[in-house]
């Protein structure tokens, strides 16, 4: 039993920075816009973050709370810009949205890679918050709640990143099943000639959804800086999670709520070898286990044609009023 | 013809990726490593066209003020550890012969792919006189260009090819820090409670193999009944992935948690847990003030001054560099008064004063593999042949979790 609460906790860490990334993508495909750039835009999300606790320290003094606010601000604008570039370039230039998706996940890598090294340079050496800044993204404790056996330990022992991706979750489940506006946006998303039609702003609603999208990866990639790594730069801070965020949306079939304990299932998958060690079957195994659980996924969903769990179906292609 | 190359050249690797390859290399090494365990000092046999040490070179002398220095690391200071170590030691050199900032040329996070060639080609293009590699995977990048411009040294820390590449120009080095291992190892073996240490390192190999026993026969030194336990990242630098296998080795009950990879990261983990902590690099006391004890570290510096002082006289460098304790190129940072075991300084000294005395050193038998065969006879000590570690028996007591 003790083994599996610690295993948990392990996958919640470890999943959390994937979920956050995967929420922003759903997200913005429920707009019918594939972004493809999630990895990018968690780079500028976790630099700009770091950096902006930084110089929340280093300008204003402020540490702590104020600066992981201040981190939290800074990365959803960040992760916000680059969606915003991309959805300038394929709503009202109507590229590409493969290539432009492609694109930005190779800028927003360069970008984290160029600043964090730069930052570093400034700082002397390297970049790292102070300790008062990192106890701001340590577990919580939730006094009597914490010390309950086995559930303090399952539900209220994270930092809080944790309950705030699960508060992105549940909201955007709550907002694209139960209001008249995620209605909306599920109908741009699917066919958006016809949303055009009923009077839906589509172009709106695709800017809108991407950047907000957008500014939740940033947010994903602000964790891997400020919780996985402790508040230090290290490059390539973000090596591949992006792109386990875009396979996660597959494998949570494009439902927030679905991306709760698939999450925690990828993040399960992640850490597997740490925790059951099968003896005999290299690392390299285990670490394709959640593309091989994503691919399962694609192909029962290809046999059972379900239309709850499929892809919306513009997302990919570009709208475009005058062409029928 | 290029195509068929290529296909077989891809069948042979799809191949040898199905071979369960640890298992031979490690029978194929065990017998090596059996031919090795000698007292003899080892001596060197020059091929054709090495030069031996303090000969002049083919190259031109170079002054002081002129020399453009290149470095070419895996990662970048920011991984406070090996790389930030290894600077330090290139800013100590820099300082100790009075060179400028514009004489020393490094590049950072360079892969172990064939963009570490491209950045070895780029310093040799920028007029560098001497270039240092320091990651264990450049080796055969290193190798490919040094043949290309037979007029620049090169010099490739934690390598094993130099000795038998008749290339004059490469050179291989790295010190004793199984030393320095065993001391930092008696500060965990006093501290741990538990009796259990966790031991995160980077790849399965005679560097980390040979570091870990190390670290262990320290801590048994003075712990009898301590046990470890190994987890692999299987990478030299991944922040993320120590963090995670240092809560993982915390989670089974570790509660000294030692390392071999580039990063704070299972320092500042132990922290969090409330746990214990050696480092190996550099002092660690900063990032985990409640949780390091100390950490194995090396002085770079002087292999650096060394090596660039022949580039400037024109005389070879050594083909394969190494040194120890003794030296001082090895040695364990401040230990953190606040939290040792009582007597840890004491018992440190007197195993370095044993280690000084050169009559004892750190794998002297007898030795025992985790599956109970004699490795080192009693009365027998292994010396590594060469600069590289080739010491790659899992010692009794150590589990490895894969």
Known sequence: MDNFVKFINAAVLAGTPVLLGTLGEILTEKSGNLNLGVEGMMFMGAISGLAGAWFAEQWFNWSGVPAALIALLISFVAGAFGALMYAFLTVTLRANQNVTGLTLAIFGTGFGNFFGELLGKRAGGFVTVTAHTKDAFANLNFGPLSKIPVIGRLFFSYNWLVYFAVIVAIALHLFLKHTRRGLNLRSVGESPATADAAGINVNLYKYLATIIGGGICGIGGMYMTMVTTGGIWVHNTIRGYGWLAVALVIFATWSPARALYCGLIFGGLMMLRLYLPIPGVPQQIYDMLPYVATILVLIGMSIRQSKEYAQPKSSGLNYFREER | ?402
């Not at chain 2, 891809?10 to 191949?15: A, D, N, T, W």
């Open chain 2, 1 to 402: 013809m290029r195509k068929f190359l290529s296909m077989m050249l891809s069948l042979v690797l799809l191949l040898s990726l199905l071979a369960f390859v640890p298992a031979t290399v490690a029978a194929a090494s065990e017998t090596e490593a059996e031919m090795e365990i000698e007292e003899t000092e080892p001596v060197i046999e020059y091929l054709p066209n090495q030069i031996p040490e303090g000969e002049p070179t083919n190259m031109d002398p170079v002054a002081l003020e002129d020399i453009k220095i290149g470095f070419v690391h895996v990662s970048d200071p920011s991984d406070q550890g090996y790389t930030y170590n290894h600077d330090l030691g290139t800013q100590h050199m820099a300082e100790t012969l009075g060179l400028n900032e514009d004489q020393i040329i490094n590049k950072f996070n360079v892969p172990e792919t064939a963009e570490c060639a491209t950045a070895l080609r780029e310093l040799a293009e920028e007029g560098c006189h001497i270039i240092f590699a320091t990651s264990f995977g450049f080796e055969d990048f290193v190798l490919e260009v040094a043949a290309e411009y037979p007029d620049i040294e090169f010099c490739h820390a934690t390598g094993y090819q130099a000795l038998t590449t008749d290339l004059p120009n490469v050179h291989n080095y790295f010190g004793a820090i199984y030393q320095a291992r065993y001391l930092s190892g008696i500060a965990a073996g006093l501290k741990t409670e538990t009796n259990l240490l966790g031991y995160v390192t980077a790849m399965p190999f005679a560097e980390c193999i040979s570091g870990f026993d190390a670290f262990y026969l320290g801590a048994k030194s003075v712990n009898p009944d301590v046990k470890m336990l190994v987890m692999y990242t299987n990478s030299w630098n991944d922040p993320t992935k120590e963090a995670q296998v240092a809560q993982a080795l915390i989670d089974r009950g570790a509660d000294v948690i030692g390392q071999h990879c580039d990063s704070t990261a299972p320092a500042t983990t132990a922290q969090q847990n409330g746990v214990w902590h050696v480092g190996y690099n550099s002092d660690m006391i900063e990032a985990a003030p409640e949780a390091s004890l100390t950490s194995a570290v090396w002085d770079w510096s002087q292999y650096l001054i060394y090596a660039v002082n022949h580039r400037v006289e024109a005389t070879a460098i050594a083909l394969d560099w190494s040194k120890g304790l003794a030296d001082k190129v090895v040695d364990i940072s401040a230990l953190n008064e606040d939290i040792i075991a009582e007597g840890t300084a004491e018992a440190i000294e007197e195993a370095r004063e044993k280690i000084l005395s050169g009559e004892w050193d750190v794998f002297t038998g007898p030795l025992y593999d985790n599956e109970g065969n004699i490795v080192v006879e009693e009365g027998v000590t292994f010396v590594e042949p060469q600069s590289a570690p080739s010491f790659e028996f899992i010692l009794e007591g150590i589990t490895v979790v894969e």
